[in-house]
């Protein structure tokens, strides 16, 4: 069989083979055997604030192990210390939203920040990602969401006025 496969018809297949390694099935609208070589690791992340797969989510939870990622800010540290952008003072805004939203299901990570053009694009990621997330997480509390907006928090990332 090729590499390549139509996940919409694979899917199930694929679901049934997580859980039996050993086995070999017909694809539907095939007459190739499929199967997932015991070399083959699948790690996959879920955002576990996104209940919109909540059936995929069952069956995905009984076939694999989950672990509990905080973000990790020393990846910011690590990552930014090649592109010289210090990234301290957006690690505290960081931790003071994750504070405020106090449930580690919504937690803001460190993956919109991982890009080697931060310093000109932060702007733009705060504006366009950050705060409307916010502004949703927080629809009930608009003034938490508004001590996050860029104009109120820009000095303090970028260092600059």
Do not use: C
Request: no cysteine; hydrophobic share 40%; charged share 25%.
């Amino acid at each position: 069989m090729s590499g390549v496969g139509n996940l919409s018809r694979v899917f199930g297949e694929l679901m049934y083979l997580l859980e039996y390694r050993e086995e070999k099935i017909t694809l539907a609208g095939s007459k190739e055997k499929f199967s997932i070589p015991s070399n083959v690791f699948i790690i996959g992340t879920m955002n576990t604030a996104d209940r919109s797969i909540a059936l995929v989510d069952h069956a995905l939870r009984r076939r694999f192990a989950f672990v509990h990622m905080k973000p990790d800010y020393s990846v910011l540290s690590h990552y930014h210390s090649a592109t010289g952008f210090d990234v301290s003072g957006l690690i505290k805004v960081l931790e003071r939203i994750n504070k405020d939203i106090a449930d580690r299901n919504y937690f803001i990570g460190v993956s919109f920040f991982l890009k080697p053009d931060i310093a000109s694009s932060i702007s733009n990621v705060w504006q366009l990602e950050i705060l409307p997330y916010l502004e949703e997480y927080f629809f009930d509390r608009p003034e938490i969401a508004g001590k996050y907006a860029w104009k109120n928090v820009a000095k303090e990332i970028t260092g600059m006025e």
